[in-house]
């Protein structure tokens, strides 16, 4: 069993930063993928980014340049640094690991963009 807690996640002005951590129970070495989802009210939960063990990054359309995914291998933690947010970010923000086939959920964090 994978746990996944999401930290990080807050209010914040168009244009600012957050960062939002996710601490994984076991060797982060153990997940296949791992990634970032998020889900905005009325709206279906979607991945956003997401990195891969071997180190290989993807993202969505909507986030590209803007948000970054990244691994503390010491730490079992990834994060997703978030830069000129917009009020479309809005959103509970979604930590995911893939490992042995099972995907694994975090419980999520809020991240609100006031215009």
């Known amino acids: 069993q994978v746990q996944l807690v999401e930290s990080g996640g807050g209010l914040v002005q168009a244009g600012g930063s957050l960062r939002l951590s996710c601490v994984v129970s076991t060797s982060i070495f153990s997940i296949n993928v791992i990634g970032w989802a998020r889900q905005a009210p009325g709206k279906e939960r979607a991945v956003v980014a997401a990195?891969?063990?071997?180190?290989?990054?993807s993202y969505v359309d909507s986030v590209k340049g803007r948000f970054t995914i990244s691994r503390d291998n010491t730490e079992n933690t990834v994060y997703l640094q978030m830069n000129n947010l917009k009020p479309e970010d809005t959103a509970v923000y979604y930590c995911?690991?893939?490992?042995?086939?099972?995907?694994?959920w975090g419980q999520g964090t809020q991240v609100t963009v006031s215009s």
């Open positions: 995911n690991g893939l490992s042995d086939g099972t995907t694994y």
């Open positions: 990195r891969s063990r071997s180190g290989s990054t």
